[in-house]
């Protein structure tokens, strides 16, 4: 799943092409589809987190391609659009799993933070499933004053029993040409790490700089933070209060 990219259907090219260019503007990549079935196929090859998506098209409708991705992809919000403000359609629609429904014209600030919000529940609700099926660490991309950055989000404790977990999936990821030079490795939401994660985080330090990549600690749980500053280890890593912070300050 893509969280930096935002598909917008409508079968009208104003309303796309207005909210494909505001959406850009607000660092968003965006892909935009003019009917359902070109949507669906396009969702295939970017999988966004978030669609944008008219109600009222020809062909397949919003409620039907609303239906269509949750089948596919459960953790995808869908912002539903429409100038057709009936509420027995929002209620119809909300029942579908739709993140929100929003009655045109369009309301940019709106959109703006509705889509903030459903693609931090996509995030939050994708990271869930991932450890709920043995995924320790998932990567995604944020873009940089100097260009793309990796952002691995930790999932687990940093403990014994996560240590098998953490090293398959971080082989599995440094061995991908995608994985950029600066790595930010989130680890919001995890409160508890012992010396066996601490081992971890210095061998995963060591590989990642072996290979001419930087690693940076984020959002680190105050407990964490006092753990590492115990014995010494606050100054071995670079350490930054939040991901956005470390990306921001990348030189």
Same mark, same amino acid.
């Given at each position: 799943?893509?969280?930096?990219?935002v598909?917008?259907?409508?079968d %009208?090219? @104003?309303?796309?092409g207005?909210?494909?260019?505001?959406? !850009? /503007? &607000?660092?968003?990549? =965006?892909?935009? +589809?003019?009917?359902?079935?070109?949507?669906?196929?396009?969702?295939?090859?970017?999988?966004?987190?978030?669609?944008?998506?008219?109600y009222q098209?020809?062909?397949?409708?919003?409620?039907?391609?609303?239906?269509?991705?949750?089948?596919?992809?459960?953790?995808?919000?869908?912002?539903?659009i429409?100038?057709?403000?009936?509420m027995?359609?929002?209620v119809?629609?909300?029942?579908?799993?739709?993140?929100?429904?929003?009655?045109?014209p369009?309301?940019?600030e %709106?959109? @703006?933070?509705k889509?903030?919000?459903?693609?931090?529940? !996509? /995030? &939050?609700?994708?990271? =869930?499933?991932? +450890?709920?099926h043995?995924?320790?660490?998932?990567?995604?991309?944020?873009?940089?004053r100097?260009?793309?950055?990796?952002?691995?989000?930790?999932?687990?404790?940093?403990?014994e029993?996560s240590?098998?977990r953490?090293?398959?999936?971080?082989?599995?990821?440094?061995?991908?040409p995608?994985?950029?030079?600066?790595?930010v490795?989130?680890?919001?939401?995890?409160?508890?790490?012992n010396?066996?994660?601490?081992?971890?985080l210095?061998?995963?330090?060591?590989?990642?700089? @072996?290979r001419?990549?930087?690693?940076?600690?984020?959002?680190?749980?105050?407990?964490?933070?006092a753990?590492?500053?115990?014995?010494?280890?606050h100054?071995?890593?670079?350490?930054?209060?939040?991901?956005?912070?470390?990306?921001?300050?990348?030189?």
């Amino acid at each position: 799943m893509d969280f930096d990219t935002v598909m917008v259907v409508d079968d %009208e090219p @104003e309303i796309c092409g207005q909210l494909s260019i505001f959406l !850009s /503007r &607000k660092g968003y990549r =965006t892909v935009v +589809a003019t009917d359902g079935a070109e949507a669906l196929t396009l969702f295939e090859q970017h999988k966004p987190a978030v669609v944008i998506t008219d109600y009222q098209m020809p062909g397949l409708n919003g409620l039907e391609l609303l239906k269509a991705i949750k089948r596919q992809a459960p953790n995808t919000e869908v912002l539903v659009i429409s100038g057709q403000a009936d509420m027995k359609v929002a209620v119809t629609i909300i029942k579908e799993h739709a993140f929100d429904f929003i009655p045109k014209p369009i309301d940019l600030e %709106e959109i @703006e933070q509705k889509l903030a919000e459903a693609v931090d529940r !996509s /995030r &939050k609700t994708d990271f =869930t499933a991932r +450890a709920a099926h043995g995924v320790a660490l998932s990567h995604q991309h944020e873009e940089g004053r100097r260009g793309m950055v990796s952002v691995i989000h930790c999932s687990v404790p940093l403990d014994e029993f996560s240590r098998a977990r953490i090293q398959k999936d971080f082989d599995n990821l440094i061995g991908e040409p995608f994985v950029q030079r600066l790595v930010v490795l989130s680890m919001r939401g995890i409160d508890y790490m012992n010396n066996v994660g601490l081992n971890i985080l210095i061998d995963m330090e060591k590989t990642l700089k @072996e290979r001419g990549k930087e690693m940076v600690l984020a959002d680190l749980h105050p407990r964490i933070q006092a753990y590492l500053k115990s014995l010494g280890y606050h100054e071995f890593f670079k350490i930054s209060n939040t991901t956005q912070t470390a990306i921001k300050d990348y030189e």
